[in-house]
């Protein structure tokens, strides 16, 4: 079990190991645009299979939105 911040909210997560990926698909994000920060540091898209989430992480999934 893990203990994250996760956008400004305690979140326990129930895992010993996490990726960007396995949380944004524990979390069911869809959304089709978003940034994601770990610690303050911009994660690439590219790095989310790589990218580990540590327990104690602040971590922030940011939707992208456009608008006119």
Partial sequence: MM???????????NA??????DLLEKKK??????????NG???????YDKAVINDGDDVKVLHMMAGG
Avoid: G, H
């Fill in 3 to 13: 203990q994250i911040k996760l956008n400004n909210r305690d979140e326990k997560i």
């Fill in 16 to 21: 010993n190991y996490l990726t960007v990926r």
């Fill in 29 to 38: 994000y869809t959304f089709p645009y978003f940034i994601v920060k770990i």
């Fill in 41 to 47: 540091k911009l994660i690439k898209k590219e790095e």
